[in-house]
């Protein structure tokens, strides 16, 4: 024994050393990493957990991100003008929570310190104990000031439910553990009713009834242009874009392809006849039956002759008696084309902001049903990248617009 302190005995198994190994006496000899038998390496199926583990996790966090920026913002607009002119610019905040929340304010004073001590603070603008705040914590504020909320937000309840959804998230996401595509959707959902409950979603009515812009699009969707969506064929995409959500609030449709099926035969006469007296104004532009494509487009599919061409002529006739219960027959154009078809699109709204297509190519075996859907989002794109104004990327939907336009103008009119 040494008059330092204790000297660990040998372990079983371990002999004690003796000079042999280059142990010294009375030491235990640690077992090799090699000998343990762990395995270090992450083979390709853990690589691809945990990049889908990372993907969902940096999604839910930018809900996150945006729903804290905006009940802060909410909680500073409110409350600020109360507390400020009697407890000053930094401590109004610490009068706002209280004595029931003094723990936790304290708490967030503190780590701003450390913060600004060790230089961590990158923007001036959250040098100020709200930015330090958790989401619980504004919750709290928000909660005990309810009077003070109560005229500009109209149900706590919601309110509340919605918070309590995005918790569960929030715990997940800030441990670092497995996030369920379960409940990053609810998280998603939660947030998106939080920002409109807030007064933060910046979408319009029409929008948000067919395609919510997401958070995730608005940061990166300069990378993909306009395309908001890519679906393995159209059943999926119905699951997430019913015909109901696509068609239903539109001013202006224009369509063009074979035999425009996912209008035809998936939306109803009656609601189109009620469409078009709503004000929408319809161009419908059909593969003519006739032409010699139409025959090599079965030759392709390998269906029988004349099988796509009556089709193709059924669903004319069902438009040509839409049309004909319309009071303006003209806010209901149909026509047909002689070209080889290339691809089928569905433009709604392609004259504002809110415009958004569907678009699926023609493939060589695949019917349309079978094909690869895209969704673009109408109406241009404002990005802004650092140090750059911003500017319009443009994007596919207005290339599928200027070719319908010109297949349009090479048309034939169906009476």
């Not at 709290?140 to 998230?169: K, S």
């Not at 959707?185 to 319009?204: H, M, N, W």
């Not at 019913?242 to 609030?249: A, K």
């Not at 099926?261 to 039956?289: H, T």
């Amino acid at each position: 024994m040494s008059s330092g302190g204790l000297e660990l005995p040998p372990g079983d198994g371990c002999p004690e050393g003796d000079g042999s190994t280059g142990t010294p006496p009375g030491v235990v000899s640690l077992t090799r990493p090699r000998e343990i038998g762990a395995e270090l390496d992450w083979g390709s199926e853990a690589w691809s957990e945990v990049r889908t583990r990372a993907r969902r996790a940096g999604r839910a966090y930018i809900w996150l991100n945006l729903v804290e920026q905006r009940l802060r913002a909410v909680v500073a607009a409110v409350l600020r003008p109360v507390y400020e002119p009697v407890h000053g610019e930094d401590e109004w905040v610490v009068a706002a929570a209280g004595p029931a929340g003094q723990e936790w304010v304290q708490r967030a004073v503190a780590v701003r310190e450390v913060s600004r001590r060790k230089g961590y603070l990158l923007d001036p603008a959250d040098d100020n104990v709200l930015s330090f705040l958790t989401l619980p914590q504004l919750r709290e504020l928000l909660v005990q000031h309810w009077p003070c909320f109560e005229p500009y937000l109209d149900d706590r309840r919601e309110l509340e439910l919605a918070l309590d959804e995005l918790e569960v998230a929030r715990n997940v996401v800030s441990r670092n553990r497995a996030l369920s595509q379960t409940v990053l959707a609810q998280a998603e959902r939660a947030s998106a009713r939080l920002l409109d409950i807030l007064g933060g979603s910046g979408t319009g009515p029409t929008s948000a009834d067919r395609l919510p812009i997401d958070a995730v699009e608005d940061l990166v969707g300069d990378r993909y242009a306009d395309v908001v969506g890519v679906h393995p064929d159209r059943v999926r995409l119905q699951r997430q874009l019913p015909v109901e959500d696509l068609f239903g609030n539109a001013r202006r449709l224009d369509a063009v392809g074979i035999g425009l099926n996912l209008l035809v035969q998936n939306y109803s006469g009656r609601r189109l006849v009620r469409l078009a007296e709503s004000g929408c104004r319809a161009r419908l532009l059909f593969l003519n039956p006739a032409s010699s494509a139409v025959r090599r487009r079965e030759r392709e599919l390998g269906i029988k002759k004349g099988e796509m061409s009556r089709s193709v002529e059924m669903n004319i006739m069902h438009m040509r008696r839409v049309r004909d219960r319309l009071r303006d027959p003209g806010a209901f154009e149909i026509r047909v084309f002689d070209e080889t078809p290339r691809f089928t699109a569905y433009l709604v709204n392609g004259d504002g902001s809110d415009g958004l297509a569907v678009v699926q190519s023609y493939l060589r075996k695949a019917r349309g049903m079978e094909s690869p859907v895209l969704v673009l989002r109408g109406g241009g794109r404002s990005v802004v990248r650092e140090g750059r104004a911003a500017d319009d990327t443009g994007g596919l939907f207005d290339t599928y617009r200027e070719e319908f336009e010109g297949v349009w103008a090479d048309s034939r009119p169906v009476s």
